[in-house]
């Protein structure tokens, strides 16, 4: 049988999980030769992984001198399901009371 490479999906599981095990800083390069030694990424889609990533907010990532620079800091995604988290119970909040008004509003005509 075949052996089938790893998901999209997969490959940024295993480049986050890296990012967050070092809590460090990190070139572009580094990454592609430290994504496939120790989490089996293949280092010509770590860029388009990486990416990926970086547009959906998940790495950071800035411009120093000539240098891009990435990183992922375990304490950012915990703040970031907590403002989720605290966000979805407003809303909750919101829409139950939404509902005892109509509730009410219901009761009254009948």
């Known amino acids: 049988m075949p052996k089938h490479g790893l998901s999209v999906e997969e490959k940024r599981k295993r480049l986050l999980q890296l990012m967050y095990e070092k809590k460090d800083?990190?070139?572009?390069?580094e990454l592609e030769k430290m994504a496939p030694k120790e989490?089996?990424?293949t280092q010509q889609s770590v860029k388009d992984v990486l990416q990926s990533l970086v547009d959906d907010a998940m790495v950071d990532t800035d411009?120093?001198?000539?240098?891009?620079?990435?990183w992922a800091l375990?304490?950012?995604a915990a703040a970031a399901k907590r403002n989720k988290?605290?966000?979805?119970?407003?809303?909750?909040?919101?829409y139950r009371k939404k509902r005892s008004v109509l509730d009410s509003n219901i009761a009254k005509m009948s």
């Open 25 to 29: 800083f990190f070139q572009l390069k």
């Open 39 to 41: 989490k089996g990424i």
């Open 63 to 70: 411009r120093i001198g000539t240098s891009n620079y990435f």
């Open 74 to 76: 375990p304490s950012k």
């Open 85 to 94: 988290l605290v966000r979805a119970k407003e809303s909750l909040e919101t």
